[in-house]
């Protein structure tokens, strides 16, 4: 089995150095008001098979590379998403959004093995005022569809917002095969084709360990847009699987849904389950799985970011940044 997390365990992990202090009401308000003065040039895609694309928007010389809110979680979810600008930094009007929580197990949500329903609800909401044209929340679910989005909530939650949005997708005629140019083992595999279709596709995984790759965070979310996830751990190195396919599919946002962290036994409990009441936003997913890792404890101890593979060699590999302490980030409690 692949090593989960590699070097020296460093115990404790402190906060990282330059980190910004909770900001105050007025100051997030600040915040949203930068935002909202963006230039609205460029426009947030993805290229279908040739590779997924990030936010190609002009950004603020001040916008944050993380942000982290703390509190219930919609609101915390909003207010995450606001310190980099509003979700109108990353939908425009007409566009076709995908949002990829982690509804992969028949599970309530206190079992923290799914993502919270009020995370993925508010996400829904916020494309919504953004003026999505087309909103589908996705997933390629472990267990019966049915009875997993029915136990995680996800189902009920968005669909009072809008209705029929909410899709666990295993039939292999929602998939296309695609070429991966620049995975380094894996070079091609099937991904749902509303997602090759889509305009914004919007990573919201729960924070959670996992078995084989240390943690699950928004990399490892990835592998549930894809119709055969099994080939990365028996025909790759899980790690490496990782990666590559990060290389094609990628996130314009990612928001961590770390208000309950399955801390123990991931990907599917029961394990130990910490209460952080905290949401993780950041257009870099390498950024924001590294910052929910030294957020929490993982198996009782405490791991710095690159002691996990799949972080490291993203790192490495450019597809974002695991030196966290050198980033801007952004607190807010609401």
């Known amino acids: 089995m692949p090593q989960r997390f590699h070097g020296d365990p460093l115990g404790r992990v402190p906060a990282p150095r330059g980190a910004g202090a909770f900001l105050s009401r007025r100051d997030f308000l600040k915040w949203q008001v930068r935002g909202a ?3 609205a040039a460029g426009t947030v895609g993805m290229a279908g098979a040739a590779g997924l ?21 919609a609101a915390a979810t909003r207010a995450a998403v606001g310190l980099l600008g509003g979700m109108a930094a990353f939908v425009t009007p007409g566009s076709r959004v995908v949002i990829k929580p982690n509804m992969s197990f028949p599970n309530p949500p206190e079992a923290a093995t799914t993502t919270h329903p009020e995370v993925v609800r508010e ?10 044209a087309r909103i589908m929340v996705l997933d390629h679910t472990l267990y019966d569809v049915g009875a997993c989005l029915e136990r995680s909530g996800v189902a009920d939650s968005c669909e009072s917002v809008i209705r029929g949005i909410v899709h666990g997708l295993s039939d292999p005629r929602f998939y296309r095969e695609v070429p991966i140019p620049d995975g380094a083992s894996m070079k091609t595999t099937r991904v749902m084709a509303d997602v090759l279709d889509a305009d914004v596709l919007i990573s ?27 080939v990365m751990h028996s025909g790759h190195d899980l790690s490496v699987a990782i990666v590559d396919l990060n290389t094609l599919l990628k996130p314009a946002l990612v928001v961590v849904d770390a208000t309950r962290v399955l801390t123990t036994n991931g990907p599917g409990g029961p394990g130990k389950v910490d209460a952080l009441d905290t949401v993780i936003a950041s257009r870099d997913p390498v950024a924001a799985d590294a910052r929910t890792v030294i957020l929490s404890e993982w198996y009782g101890r405490r791991f710095a970011p690159r002691q996990v593979r799949h972080i490291a060699l993203a790192h490495e590999r450019g597809l974002g940044r695991m030196d966290v302490e050198n980033l801007r980030e952004a607190r807010v409690s609401v």
């Open 123 to 132: 996400l829904v909401v916020l494309c919504r005022e953004a003026g999505a």
């Open 37 to 39: 003065l963006w230039l």
């Open 53 to 73: 694309a990030g936010p190609c928007r002009a950004l603020a010389d001040d916008t944050p590379d993380l942000a982290l809110a703390t509190g219930r979680p």
């Open 204 to 230: 919201a995984p729960v924070a959670k360990s996992h078995s084989s790759a240390g943690v699950s965070l928004s990399m490892k979310n990835m592998m549930g847009l894809i119709f055969d996830r099994g």
